[in-house]
């Protein structure tokens, strides 16, 4: 199975500021790779597919990159809404595997 | 506006069986491939089962495989896990996900339903 190692595990930011969030895969995933935002009492909410498209309706301030087995979410403009748990996904090969989440949080 | 409203959570007993259904509407539910992912209390996302747009093809997580089946009825847009042999560690939300590609991500989710295993 691919170990998704996501860090920081928690994440602590101020309104305006920039966070990255880091995935790192076990073995090359070929930007099969996606990011998901949760809200607390909410389901997952898809923001980034293959590594650095991203999905409809998502604000422009969150983008992805990265490529083989190192991938990062950034997140421009810190907003109160942006407080939330996020979480990578690869899908390159079954058994599908999640990062550990980064729980993010207001300065 | 793609809808999925997940149901059949409850509280069982170790051992027994269940059976989640998630209703999908907004789209055309024969198009998609579709998955079930849990969420233990206050952990993280587990990926647990896919099925193919035909119902053809399936996958499962090792931790379910051979004791939970998916399933779907396309005339009914309506998606099926049936859990039997629960056991605690299956204590989870269990949320219902379109897939729009394969292998793919998880486009849409729905609000989850929450299953407890205990005695």
């Known amino acids: 199975d691919i170990q998704m190692t996501q860090s920081p595990a928690s994440l602590s930011a101020s309104l305006g500021e920039t966070v990255t969030i880091e995935c790192r895969a076990s073995e090359d995933i070929y930007n099969g790779l996606a990011w998901y935002q949760q809200k607390p009492g909410k389901s997952p909410q898809l923001l980034i597919y293959?590594?650095?498209s991203l999905h409809t309706g998502v604000p422009s301030r969150f983008s992805g990159s990265g490529s083989g087995t190192q991938y990062s979410l950034k997140i421009n403009s810190l907003q109160s809404e942006d407080v939330a748990s996020y979480f990578c996904q690869q899908y390159y090969d079954y058994p599908y595997t999640f990062g550990a989440g980064t729980k993010l949080e207001l300065k | 506006e793609v809808q999925l409203v997940e149901s059949g959570g409850g509280l069982v007993q170790p051992g027994r069986s269940l059976k989640l259904s998630c209703a999908a509407s907004?789209?055309?539910?024969?198009?998609?491939?579709m998955a079930w992912v849990r969420q233990a209390p206050t952990k993280g996302l587990e990926w647990v089962a896919s099925i193919s747009y035909g119902g053809s093809n399936t996958h499962y997580g090792d931790s379910v495989k051979g004791r939970f089946t998916i399933s779907r009825d396309n005339a009914k847009s309506t998606l099926y896990l049936q859990m039997d042999s629960l056991r605690s560690e299956d204590t989870a939300t269990y949320y219902c996900?379109?897939?729009?590609?394969?292998?793919?991500?998880?486009?849409?989710w729905g609000q989850g339903t929450l299953v407890t295993v205990s005695s």
């Open positions: 907004g789209f055309t539910f024969s198009d998609y491939n």
């Open positions: 996900a379109r897939k729009d590609w394969e292998p793919g991500w998880f486009a849409y």
């Open positions: 293959n590594a650095n």
